[in-house]
């Protein structure tokens, strides 16, 4: 069982920036590939990026790629969301989720294992 909880989102102007911050409990989540999705009104959930177990290996969607960094700090059992650049496109709730098969390059929501309840970002134009 993992516990997932994200922070850091909330309103920012288009081209402004945010930090999400996704804080695992229940077990380390270390040895893991953690990812991110979001989704907005009336849209599938769709990928976003994911990062491997060692933080080494990182994966984007075209839509956040250049704009968006996803890192970890598995002392703190912690992976964050750096986003630059914001578009108003990019209003959705962020969740973040644990891959517990795969090690990366996992885009589907249906390969992941748990989920946390998810953050608000809001751009506004």
């Known amino acids: 069982q993992v516990q997932l909880v994200e922070s850091g989102g909330g309103l920012v102007q288009a081209g402004g920036s945010l930090r999400l911050s996704c804080a695992a409990s229940?077990?380390?989540?270390?040895?893991?590939?953690m990812g991110w999705f979001r989704q907005a009104p009336g849209k599938e959930r769709e990928f976003v990026a994911d990062?491997?177990?060692?933080?080494?290996?990182?994966y984007y969607a075209d839509s956040v790629k250049g704009r968006f960094a996803i890192s970890r700090d598995n002392a703190k059992n912690t992976v964050y969301l750096r986003m630059n650049s914001l578009k108003p496109e990019d209003t959705a709730v962020y969740y973040c989720?644990?891959?517990?098969?795969?090690?990366?390059?996992?885009?589907?929501?249906?390969?992941?294992?748990?989920w946390g309840q998810g953050t608000q970002v809001t751009v506004s134009s």
């Open positions: 229940g077990r380390t989540v270390s040895s893991h590939a």
């Open positions: 989720a644990v891959n517990l098969r795969y090690g990366s390059n996992s885009v589907r929501d249906y390969e992941y294992d748990y």
């Open positions: 990062i491997n177990w060692s933080g080494r290996s990182t």
